[in-house]
T-cell receptor
């Protein structure tokens, strides 16, 4: 079945450091791919998405590119801020129902 | 501004009791999803509604779990004879329906109901 694997956390970085959170997927067909973010004490929010191969999703300085050849959707940001501290979830959508299949989540802690 | 709302926000119950969790989706969203977020299992899909029908119940963990949706709007997730392993945050999400063959419609999540079974 479809699945998502993302790197274990926690990831601890200093402010202005470069961020990569790896995500790979297994899926039949061509799912859409997502990054969701959960800030402390808040609900799950869509951060960015890509719906087909080679698409790049971007938002708030974060980017991820849908790589079909490597079945990956790694999240990157060039310069993280303390306010980026949160749990990040990679996910794919099942085309038949659009239900989301999530990775385990990666806690990011950014220190000033 | 009407986002997805869920009630109660917190629920503490004793093992063996029944609980009902409520979800009010965004107006006009015909697709509704329930997910569960727990320490051991991460974020997992439970059930999907399109209108009042549930074509995908594959994520419900046991027959103690059931859900219904009425009027194409409010949904209730019921857990009978709760067990300690049911403790989790239960999330509801809604979206517009996907077009046939489309692969995406953004899901908007509610704040969740934190269930604690003692």
């Amino acid at each position: 079945g479809n699945s998502v694997t993302q790197m274990e956390g926690p990831v601890t970085l200093s402010e202005e450091a470069f961020l990569t959170i790896n995500c790979t997927y297994t899926a039949t067909g061509y799912p859409s791919l997502f990054w969701y973010v959960q800030y402390p004490g808040e609900g799950l929010q869509l951060l960015l998405k890509a719906t087909k191969a080679d698409d790049k999703g971007s938002n708030k300085g974060f980017e991820a590119t849908y790589r079909k050849e490597t079945t990956s959707f790694h999240l990157e940001k060039g310069s993280v801020q303390v306010s980026d501290s949160a749990v990040y979830f990679c996910a794919l959508s099942d085309g038949a129902t659009n239900k989301l299949i999530f990775g385990t989540g990666t806690l990011l802690a950014v220190q000033p | 501004g009407a986002g997805v709302s869920q009630s109660p926000s917190n629920k503490v119950t004793e093992k063996g009791k029944d609980v009902e969790l409520r979800c009010d989706p965004i107006s006009g969203h015909t697709a509704l999803y329930w997910y569960r977020q727990s320490l051991g299992q991460g974020l997992e899909f439970l059930i999907y509604f399109q209108g009042n029908s549930a074509p995908d119940k594959s994520g419900l963990p046991s027959d103690r779990f059931s859900a219904e949706r009425t009027g194409g709007s409010v949904s209730t997730l019921t857990i009978q004879r709760t067990q300690q392993e049911d403790s989790a945050v239960y999330l509801c999400a809604s979206s517009f329906p996907g077009l046939a063959g489309s692969s995406y419609n953004e899901q908007f999540f509610g704040p969740g109901t934190r269930l604690t079974v003692l």
